[in-house]
């Protein structure tokens, strides 16, 4: 009869402990579900305001360039004259009429980094003429070079590693317009190309 007894009382704990377990485990996997969910939102949405940020990031500039960078001498669009911003590189600058400040002929990239002051990667970023390249001598430069970018006409620019990801020979123009997106006045942008550029009427 103890027997019995004891083999029962020894069945029913162990049944008693196997219950616990179960209880114990699914409410935690369900816990772990639950919390993915909230820090992918959270990611994503810090993502989206970084891209804002970039975009609402004044172009504007001091309309300081290099020393030995070399003035175009006869350009498409000479300075004082207004142009069309046909091809824009941030979101306003499309369609807007530009006034030119300055026109050069340089090399001019595009390249990918990661800017000094935190944040996301810059991709094909426009645009970053060779003078504003350290000690990278007077031949272009290759397509997949690492740089060490000698620009502040974006935040985070001046001494970041770069990748060279395009290369051309072109005149670029540091330009005044306005966005076409709210009114923003962007003064001394640099740089917008010959091609990105367009007559104006009346031009």
């Known amino acids: 009869m103890k027997k019995t007894m004891f083999g029962t009382v020894v069945i029913f704990i162990a049944l008693s402990v196997a219950a616990c377990g179960n209880t114990n485990e ?9 919390e993915a969910t909230p820090v992918e939102m ?9 891209h804002d940020d970039h975009a609402h990031m004044d172009h504007s500039s ?3 360039v290099p020393q030995n960078l070399k003035v175009a ?5 000479k300075v004082g004259e207004t142009a069309l911003i046909v091809d824009g590189h941030m979101s306003g600058m499309e369609g807007a009429e530009a006034t030119v400040v300055g026109a050069y002929e340089t090399y001019v990239y595009t390249v990918s980094y990661t800017p000094t002051t935190g944040g996301d990667p810059e991709i094909n970023h426009k645009w970053v003429i060779h003078e504003e390249l350290a000690d990278v001598g007077e031949a272009p430069v290759e397509v997949g070079t690492e740089v060490i ?3 502040d006409h974006m935040t985070g620019m001046e001494g970041a590693v770069a990748t060279i990801d ?3 020979k072109t005149t670029v123009y540091m330009v005044d ?3 076409t997106t709210g009114g923003d006045v962007i003064t ?8 990105e550029l367009g007559p104006h009427h009346g031009h």
Do not use: C, I, R
């Not at 409410?27 to 579900?33: C, I, K, L, T, V």
């Open 149 to 151: 970018l000698d620009a």
């Open 188 to 195: 001394n942008h640099k740089w917008v190309t010959e091609e």
């Open 26 to 34: 699914e409410p935690h996997d369900a816990h772990e579900n639950d």
């Open 177 to 179: 317009f306005t966005l």
């Open 73 to 77: 001498e006869n350009p498409s669009y």
């Open 166 to 168: 395009s290369v051309q």
């Open 42 to 50: 959270e990611e994503t949405e810090e993502t989206e305001m970084n």
């Open 62 to 64: 001091s309309g300081e």
